[in-house]
């Protein structure tokens, strides 16, 4: 989330009742146990098949080094909506959109990580193993906004990643995503960042896969007047490495497009957010343009996650207001527009090769 749209959020939660930042259950909900006869048996589920994943010249690969497109949900602050998720939600994700990845948005500021350490990293521990039983990928996502500079949560982060991959570097479904949307700062100094970063999750693990943030809110430089060549040129010095990219399509259009187009044939690329919507992750859909970019990630094998799984009262958000009070997740009649509109692209799942 950009810090315009955290921006936005913060001028209206007093008023929305949905967004919940000061119920007690928003703040210290955990998964529930996994209690589902609907679950996939575990060889057909996306780690089932896939298995430990790499990242093969510019392709994000599976065991079998064949290029796949992961496709899923990213939840909204764990601060503010983790009670959206949790077993009857995550099964419907599973089972009912058939997803293959959920994105897990630990806030670093704005009342997240940095007011109650172990609470959040308790709760990021817990929906990994969620993830992990349900056969979905587990996107650590360390969502980092405001200080847009990384730099400026690297103690906070080596503490945070250095216990996330320590406990759950046996599992083969774990990806670490080390710097959301970083902005006002140089590719420079977010390539500092990473290079230091990088280690510590390989002194642990030494096999998963790391995300990092581009420059200008992970838009290749974009919207801070750059471009991509910033990347290209000057690459992270590390393997087994990716760049994400955001977008919002009714905002981010062709200049944006067109970056992420020539950007994928020379990077590993993965979209760790996105939505129909204006970069405030509210406002009309653009469905037209958002199938757009979803037909050119098709094409070239990118993985997606799309903002968000949660009932905020914003468009962007998929499950109408007040869903998640409750226990009904499947089907589409709990859904928003935006939320019918991409569970359609997640369940037409990638055929993951094998052989």
Known sequence: MSRSRWAALAGSIALAATALVTSPAASTAAPAPIDSAASR??????????????VCGTKLCNQYGKPIQLRGMSTHGLQWY???????????????????????????????????????????????????????Y??????????????????????F?????????????????????????????????????????????????????????????????????????????????????HFYAASHQDEYFAALSRAADRIPLFVTEFGTQTYTGDGGNDFAYSQKYLDLLAAK???????????????????????????TFTGTSVLKPAGVWVRDRIRTADAFPTS
């Open 82 to 136: 983790s009670q959206c998720v949790k077993t009857a939600s995550l099964d419907a994700l599973a089972n009912d959109w058939k997803a293959d990845i959920l994105r897990i948005s630990l806030y670093v500021q704005e009342g997240g990580y940095e007011t109650d350490p172990r609470r959040f990293t308790d709760l990021v521990h817990g929906y990994i193993e969620e993830a992990t039983k349900r056969g979905l």
């Open 161 to 245: 990643f250095t216990e996330i991959a320590e406990r759950h570097k046996d599992k083969t479904n774990i990806i670490y995503d080390i710097a959301n949307e970083p902005n006002n700062v140089s590719w420079a100094g977010i390539k500092s960042y990473a290079e230091q970063m990088v280690p510590v999750i390989r002194a642990k693990d030494p096999d998963g896969v790391v995300f990092v943030g581009t420059h200008g809110w992970a838009s290749l430089g974009i919207s801070d007047g750059r471009t991509e060549n910033d990347v290209i040129s000057n690459p992270v010095n590390a393997t087994n490495l990716m760049y994400t990219f």
């Open 41 to 54: 048996p575990a060889a057909t589920t996306p780690v089932g098949i896939n298995g430990q994943l790499h």
């Open 301 to 327: 094998k990118i993985g997606w996650t799309n903002w968000n799984f949660s009932d905020d009262f914003r468009s962007g958000a998929v499950f109408k207001p007040g869903t998640c009070a409750g226990n």
């Open 138 to 159: 587990a996107l650590v996502d360390w969502h980092q906004l405001d200080p847009g500079d990384p730099n400026a949560n690297l103690s906070k982060a080596k503490t």
